[in-house]
Nanobody, 127 residues
Framework: QPQLVESGGGLVQPGGSLRLSCETS????????IGWFRQAPGKEREGVSC???????GYTDSVKGRFTISRDTAWNTVFLQMNSLKPEDTAVYYC?????????????????????WGQGTQVTVSS
């Protein structure tokens, strides 16, 4: 059974950085797409970034130039480097996985694509 565990969240001041990790098990990143999502209180879950099994990468517009997704297939881990953090980035961040292929980057930023989810990690950006 695929499993995902997020870590790396915390409290950071505006302008600061955090690196989130999504440790996966039970499957290979060479065959699964991974998405990062976030959900702030009272808001819908939002796709933040994604990486396909083939390595295609996408970001939602609000994080372009600030966030970077990467993966280490040897360690089965996907990272989300978050720089220049803003208060509006405050949310619970989740990673998710799907074995399905053939999706556009736009689709990989939609939560309905994914079958397996982690438990989430809290990111709070505040002074």
């Amino acid at each position: 059974q695929p499993q995902l565990v997020e870590s790396g969240g915390g409290l950071v001041q505006p302008g600061g950085s955090l690196r989130l990790s999504c440790e996966t098990s039970g499957f290979s990143l060479n065959y699964y797409a991974i998405g990062w999502f976030r959900q702030a209180p009272g808001k819908e879950r939002e796709g933040v970034s994604c990486i396909s099994s083939g390595g295609r990468i996408g970001y939602t517009d609000s994080v372009k130039g600030r966030f970077t997704i990467s993966r280490d297939t040897a360690w089965n881990t996907v990272f989300l480097q978050m720089n220049s953090l803003k208060p509006e980035d405050t949310a619970v961040y989740y990673c998710a996985a799907t074995p399905k292929s053939g999706f556009t980057i736009g689709s990989l930023l939609q939560d309905w694509v994914y079958e397996y989810w982690g438990q989430g990690t809290q990111v709070t950006v505040s002074s």
